[in-house]
């Protein structure tokens, strides 16, 4: 069968398009900027990479008619726009004008479990999609999650902070809401269990995992797998606005997508009964079980997607490759040379900067940095890396985006997603000489960007000549 998968470079997305491609199918992927998508790592004839933007109706044209179904797999919920909602509906509105152009027989939405009169912005506008989605001439088979866990999930990733930060935490009231979290196993076993199924067309189902907990059970439970012991009190004191402040500071996530958690955490999240899980013959996994099959993958270095490596701000809004030729005119640059003596182990430290690597030399700085950027409404060091020792276009790497990583080529250069007043990038290339370049640019923004590198000049000396020491050191 022919699919097309959208929200291509998303967390569920990049999950399910293997089992897709396993099952067979050939499958179209929608993405709006094809350098931010890894095919390479598939390496199969059915895989179709399209660029497709739903917010720009001339770009619809590329999806092809003799599709069998299309999975809507769009949200816009970490947006620094306020506006997502809006957002959300032009994508559905045009997303369902396009497809009833094709010989689509179904469409399958994962949305979120709505079950209370007086929902979040986040739950209401997923609410708003599936209703345009439905009103479509095309079967709609809507899936309803809650809380989902898996390695690189949000909420995992947010749960983790917490827990391994925090030995005694002071939180919201919120914490006692209920709750039915879903591993990402299950997940994908229902988005692709419902392919095609007649019996699923025009239905919804909440799907969510064999138990039903609050927050605070599931943070303790989280601590009690990790073999830590955690306190936790909570109080009533604490405004949504505190509350998402506090879950920006302490964890990875951006203040935009923690206000829209707490808005959401607020509201309990409790599947209503249905016997798909019987139909499709689908086993549950336990929390705890699926708290232990992330870090089993998170070990082997095995994570296929996580959160962060959406675009979290708007900086490459028009995609990866206007950025990816670093200016000259009007820039500042610091760049800096050196013999390598080992090619292959400078290349292997390369790959493997940032994150729980580190960046070398003065860390302590780059964390100082990191935070500073969290203060100013940045997204701080926190993201670090999907993966210790390997690294591809479109991915982030603490407050980088990594724009080109060629190892056959020598280069990795990088693009600040930090709060800057303008652009900068990060270059390191080994040439056939052996010479290591490693460049930073930045293109300021005003009198405002000029004084902003003249005060960090003492420290890039500091900072960029003993990182450069360190990668070619033996």
């Given amino acids: 069968m022919k699919i097309l998968l959208?929200?291509?470079t998303g967390y569920i997305a990049q999950r399910l398009l293997p089992v897709l491609l396993n099952e067979g199918h050939i499958v179209f992927c929608a993405v709006r900027d094809k350098a931010r998508f890894n095919s390479a790592k598939f390496n199969t004839e059915f895989l179709?990479?399209?660029?497709?933007?739903?917010?720009?109706?001339?770009?619809?044209s590329n999806i092809p008619k003799d599709i069998d179904a299309a999975y809507y797999l769009i949200h816009s919920m970490s947006s620094l726009t306020a506006d997502f909602e809006k957002l959300e509906e032009l994508s559905a509105q045009n997303f369902k004008s396009a497809i009833e152009k094709t010989n689509a027989k179904q469409i399958i939405y994962l949305s979120g479990i709505v079950n209370e009169e007086k929902l979040s912005k986040h739950l209401s506008s997923r609410k708003n999609v599936e209703e345009i989605?439905?009103?479509s001439s095309i079967k709609l088979t809507t899936l309803r999650a809650g809380i989902i866990i898996g390695s690189g999930s949000a909420s995992?990733?947010?749960?983790?902070?917490l827990v391994e930060k925090l030995p005694i935490m002071i939180a919201p009231k919120w914490l006692l809401t209920k709750t039915q979290p879903i591993s990402i196993r299950n997940v994908i076993e229902y988005l692709n269990g419902v392919l095609l199924k007649d019996f699923t067309f025009d239905n919804s189902y909440d799907i969510g995992g064999p138990e039903i907990l609050n927050y605070k059970q599931m943070l303790l439970d989280f601590a009690d797998v990790r073999c830590l012991k955690r306190k936790i009190y909570t109080v009533?004191?604490?405004?949504?606005?505190?509350?998402?402040?506090?879950?920006?500071?302490?964890?990875?996530?951006?203040?935009?997508?923690?206000?829209?958690?707490?808005n959401s955490m607020k509201i309990e999240v409790v599947c209503r009964p249905n016997n798909l899980k019987e139909l499709l013959h689908i086993n549950l996994i336990s929390y705890k079980e699926s708290i232990r099959l992330a870090f089993d993958?998170?070990?082997?270095?095995?994570?296929?997607?996580?959160?962060?490596?959406?675009?979290?701000?708007d900086v490459l809004k028009n995609g990866v490759l206007n950025s990816i030729e670093v200016p000259t005119h009007g820039c500042f640059k610091d760049e800096r040379k050196i013999i390598v003596k080992n090619s292959d182990l400078c290349l292997k430290k390369i790959w493997a900067i940032g994150g729980e690597t580190g960046w070398y030399y003065a860390n302590f700085l780059w964390k100082i940095r990191g935070f500073i950027d969290k203060?100013?409404?940045?997204?701080?060091l926190r993201r670090g890396r999907k993966n210790m020792y390997d690294i591809v276009a479109g991915e982030s790497l603490d407050f980088w985006r990594v724009l080109y990583a060629n190892k056959d080529e020598k280069r990795l250069l990088l693009y600040a997603e930090m709060k800057l007043p303008g652009e900068a990038w990060l270059e390191f290339k080994i040439d056939d000489k052996n010479i290591l370049t490693q460049t930073a640019t930045f293109r300021p923004l005003g009198l405002k960007g000029r004084l902003y590198w003249y005060s960090v000049m003492p420290f890039h000396a500091l900072i960029f000549r003993g990182m450069l020491n360190k990668l070619v050191e033996i």
Avoid: M
């Avoid at 179709?48 to 619809?60: Q, S």
């Avoid at 995992?156 to 902070?161: N, W």
């Avoid at 993958?297 to 490596?309: P, T």
């Fill in 6 to 8: 959208t929200g291509a």
């Fill in 48 to 60: 179709h990479v399209i660029e497709i933007d739903f917010l720009k109706k001339e770009t619809l």
């Fill in 133 to 135: 989605l439905r009103s």
């Fill in 156 to 161: 995992f990733e947010i749960i983790r902070d």
């Fill in 236 to 262: 009533p004191v604490l405004s949504p606005k505190l509350s998402s402040y506090w879950l920006y500071f302490i964890t990875a996530t951006s203040y935009k997508l923690a206000q829209n958690l707490v």
């Fill in 297 to 313: 993958k998170i070990d082997h270095q095995l994570v296929q997607s996580s959160w962060i490596d959406a675009l979290s701000t």
């Fill in 375 to 380: 203060l100013e409404g940045g997204v701080g």
